[in-house]
């Protein structure tokens, strides 16, 4: 078959040889070095009671701080978008802040602000609110750490939809809430899934801001990047890995699921306008 | 292979940071770049040391007559001192290390051979010219009326330490506390369990360093106690915040031993053996004590200790090798996986 487009032979071949590099060949060798464990050995590190304690937390808190970032992403990506008001660039700025900012510094100013002892922490605890230092921290922190991932991808969605959709829905006598349901949601729930899934992923693999907010008791604020550098601190390398492996089949899992689910909101999306 | 990668990935920076000196030490340059890797608390310690050893080096460096006088630069790097351990048996150039314990030191040994065996007994005073022992900070006043480990573990009181897993310093910590209750009229292995258990039942927060935890304490404003290494605990009182906090010294309490090797096998591929032996014998020289003294950690030399008498009071300590028998045997104990450490924290059966 002739292609109308030239060049597929030599990107393809760079692509192969680009992905592999920079990600199939790590994660081969950190399979590797989980291999040299027998697997009893294995079995028993990844299911240490400790180690299922700290994926609870772990996956928990992601999903929970990916959600709280889809909603109020799309709400912050619709102000951006849509509305003009003094300011607007500077808050566009702000979104991005928690990409340049490195993670030890937002949670260390994070715990001083939730502490119970911070300006924010001393109030909240007066309601019977702790933050700093419990699994809440960390969904605060996984939050912070993940809001700019909705918004960029629902942003260029949003700026490109045309007003005009809306207008003539309102012409054809659809209410606001219809409107909003019927056109506006399924054009956007592709972006707002990939900008879930890219701040789910983010939040999972999240160790710096984190280690300083949950106070890593074990069993309780413990998450599990936390456990893999406990294990390196025993030179413990092939448990390490064994834990970094599990992590990378439940997130590889959950993304696979997400990516599915997305194909089929791409699909149910378009259909109304074909 | 990938850990490697990944640790190598993560030492790129200090890699670069040193980049520009490693290149050229070859053993006829006069100019000479040392890199030492050392742990958090020795920051400003080893800056000061650093200045001090190129001077002394540019008098009294051997072979140099007639020459212009030999330059030597040190870099420096700091961090956990389990961390930069792993990182100098992945492959970061070391010509020094100067960590927290010996076990890991003595992982260089056991993981990549980069030190021979007896590598403790090459310098006086098992390799550590320098030491410091563990003590309480309290708020000031000591509201709270802390004197002794066993107040550590009362009800109400409230206890910052970071976590013995992922902090040398907490290491010491715990294990000054069991060694305290082994120590006392009595004591066997099930008073120190209980005596650890309690304080431990009164953590609200393990930070993963120890420079975490003078945080939580300092500038939270957390806990009513916090267990630290008498530097950190001196400088915090003497210099951070003389205004809020003060030094509580246990009646009895470890020794701590943070020891300096020369890496063989990196100095022999780069032929700085001469250089690197004289840095760190030069720590045992009265400049590189009073240096020590001053930023707090215990000088061995007795003229300089009796200097600054005012700033280390007499304490009695134990060592641990003659409570716990080394740090190998120590750490498979307490802190490895399934150790005394974890078992506090599992829920009871």
Known sequence: MKRVLPGFGLTFGITWVYLSLVVLLPLAGLFLQTFTLSWEALWAAVTDPQAVASYRLSFGAALA???????????????????????REVVDALVDLPFALPTAVAGLTLTALYAETGPLGSYLNQLGLKVAFTPLGVVVALTFVGLPFVVRTVQPILEDLDPSLEEAAATLGASRWQIFRRVLFPNLLPAVITGFT????RAVGEYGSVVFISGNLPFRTEITPFLIVTKLEQYDYAGATALAVVMLLFSFCLLVGINLLQQWSGRRGRQPGH | MSLRTILKAVSLPLLLLTAAGCKPSGPTSSEVTLLNVSYDPTRELYAEYNAAFARHWAKEAPGAAGKAPPKVTVNQSHGGSGKQARAVIDGLEADVVTLALAYDVDMLRQKAKLIPEGWQQRLPNNSAPYTSTIVFVVRKGNPKGIRDWPDLAREGVSVITPNPKTSGGARWNYLAA??????????????????????????????????GSTTTFGERKLGDVLIAWEDEALLLSKKISPDEVEVVIPSLTILAEPPVAVVDANVDRKGTRAVAEAYVRYLYSPEGQEIAAKHYFRPRSAEVAAKYADRFPQVQTFTIDELFGGWSSAQKTHFDDGGVFDQLYRPQR
């Open chain 2, 178 to 211: 069991w060694g305290y209750a082994l120590r006392q009229p009595g004591g066997n292995e099930a008073t120190a369990r209980a005596l650890v258990t309690g304080i431990f039942k009164n953590v609200p927060v393990l930070d993963a360093g120890a420079r």
């Open chain 1, 65 to 87: 701080a990916g959600l709280i970032n889809a909603v109020f992403g799309l709400l912050v990506a619709w102000v951006l978008v849509r509305y003009r008001f003094p300011g």
């Open chain 1, 198 to 201: 890219l701040a789910f992923a």
